[in-house]
């Protein structure tokens, strides 16, 4: 066995080296803090995504022209810059403008994936509640329901099913996004890894488990978007 | 007007170093938008075939990718596969790109039902006839907004590529940062960074809508 | 039969990815000189001769080591003569000379991978690091300094207790700190950041109190707002590094090392980029 292994020439040297290997799973808990943190980024993000777009979401799709402009300026504003760069707006520039202002990382890290991921959920909302037609709409308003109320009861109960497909793709989206805070030393599973690697050189180990741990966590979310969207379709 | 911003925007460094990131930047996303159009296009096709092996090995490819950050697949590129800086992040984001792409025409070519293949063989089209025709205008149109928006990502995406030192908008404007150092130039760089891909990104984004609208009106009421 | 012609369609756009990918990966083949080699070379640096090419990691953001002209594109330093002062003995036109921009992180990897000859980018020589790569004698001494905003009130080493200090991943001024603050008894906490540009951003916005690297690529980033403490640890050797294994390689850039010391163009090279 021993001879075998001693027989394959990239478990011996290179970047998949044994000892590489051995190194990475002697320093495992390092990943694991990270990927923790990423965690949490991760369901706080996400939550804050989810509240923001469905307001902006119902903003875009009402018949009031200001909050119907503000949520298109926030949709086009999020749609079209990157990510990273919202991010360094809040790291760098924000305790710039206001000096001793210091938002922890890891607020930073929520409210990115949550203000940018916010605009993607509602673009995704507005079009749930378009796709259910204005006749319901105006029928639940002449019942007497209130604008608010008719969305609540009748709109968006409806758009639920046809939004929920892209909505859990967001979330995939939204995790995997989480690892930007890297760049602005975060402390999540990207940063965690990326630090290791690069102290001692041992990338390949790092990285094959750095993806997987990435992978395990939106994996079953992606799944759960799989289901959603076959059973649309069979609806 | 001597202010410290006006001192850095009269200064053509500037104008020249985020120009160069600039065309870095363009020079990542359109060939990573290109090449992830062909391998999207394949992957997906294969899915869509249900062929055995072909379709198991897109799923898996599918799958697995599209679950990883884009970050971590243009560290990879670099780290492991050793590619320049600028060719790690054109690889490691058309590696992503083709992923999602692929599942884009997946679901482009799924929504054509069975019945208007069936019918437009037995009106004598061929194959290619049938999807020229038939299939692929109402499912093109149906896909150019998630296709426009997935570029409109790698674009946006291409910053990553700051992580590995590739002279980009993004590291360009922040080396630029410790030229003009002083926070109302800092803040400035950052503004003008946003713009340069707002303004890139919501021209794209205009087209892909008025080129829709367009396309769907020619053809009658297509979806919904 | 709508399967069978969609498979007919996917050889074709393989085929087309497959000429796609060839006209990607295609790389331009030098041509190997003519002319004779005047001097017997060793083989690592005849290898480098016949690919016509030397390819050199250099830094593009430290000043009087290697910086790179933001207009022009081009590269200056002490670092960028010393690879034009290794070219000329190996027989390769200065215009023959590719720089490659590196960073602490990206060196190592991008020697193991093929990518370049020769690192000529302030790297020190660790014991470490002689296990996975191989370096020439010294070539210059630096030491890991610290550079403060004025405002901060930062005098010294002692004054870090509770502060944060930003330090580029892979480099080695992580454990030269962390090394020194335990021996004074001062607590520092850590950030890492792939690249010197964003710690300096980070130091501007006061997410870090310190940035802490080579006291040479400090130098790059001093303002007038801003200084290097006097502090200084670890005293470091900056060596010429090449892939493991490429030992008469080293061998050679030593022995023209030797020369240059004995001869004075290295204190020439020193003096005209004011680093001694």
Redo the contacts between chains.
Sequence with gaps: MTELIAGIGFLQEG?FAIPRWEALFSNIDVLWAGALVTLLVASLGLAMALALGTVIGVMSASHWRIPRAFARVYV??Y???????QV??LY??IP??YPGLFIPVIVIGVFGVGMYHGAYIAEVVRAGIQ?IGRGQLEAALSQGFTYVGAMRFIIIPQAMRIVLPPLTNQA?NLI??T??I??IAGGDL?YAG?SF?GRYGH??PT?VV??LL??LM??PL?RLTRRLEDRM?AA | MNTPVMLMLSD??LY??LG?GLLLTLQISVMSIA?SF??G??IG??R????PV?SQIATTYI??I???????LI??S?????L??M?AATIGLTIYTSAIIAEIIRGGL?SVPEGQ?EAA?SQGF???QS?RYIVLPPSVVKMIPAIV?QF?TAI??S??A????A?EL??KG??????Y?K?SQ??TI?VV??MV??VI??TI?MIARRLQTKLSIGRGSIG? | ???S??????AL??V??AF?LAG?GAKEEAAAPETEPAVELPAGAKAIKDAGVLRVGVKA?VPNFGLQD??T?EFAGMEIDLAKAIAKRIGIAEDKVKF????A??RG??L????LDLVIATFTIKPERLEQWNFSKPYYQDEVGLLVKNSSGIKSLADLNGKTVGVAQGATSHDAVQAEADKAGVKVTFLEF?????I??AL??GRVDAFSVDKSILS??L?E?STILPDGFSPQDYGIASKKGTDDLTTFINGMLAEMETNGEMKTLLEKWSLN
């Design positions: 970047p086009e504003f749609q079209n810059t990157p990510l990273l760069i360094f707006m760098n520039a710039l403008i796709s995939v995997k996004n690892s930007v890297a760049i990207m990326d690697a990338y390949g990285y750095v993806g990435y992978f939106c994996f992606a379709m | 053509p460094v020249i170093g160069r090449l062909v391998f296009t394949i096709s294969m869509y075939s249900g062929l072909l799958e697995f599209r679950n990883l950050p884009t970050l971590l560290l990879v670099y780290f492991v596969l050793g320049p800086a060719w799924n293949w063989r061929s194959f290619l999807m928006s409109v946006k995406d910053s990553f700051m992580a590995i030192g002279y993004m590291f922040t080396i630029l940062a410790a030229k150092w926070p800092i803040i950052y960074i946003s891909y707002f990104n919501f984004s919904s | 039969m709508k399967k012609a969609l498979l007919v369609l996917l756009s393989l087309l990815g796609a990607c953001d933001a207009a594109g490659e921009a590196v960073t992180k990206t990897p991008l193991d991978n093929g990518q792939a690249t010197y540009p964003e300096n951003a501007e916005s790059g980033y303002t707002n």
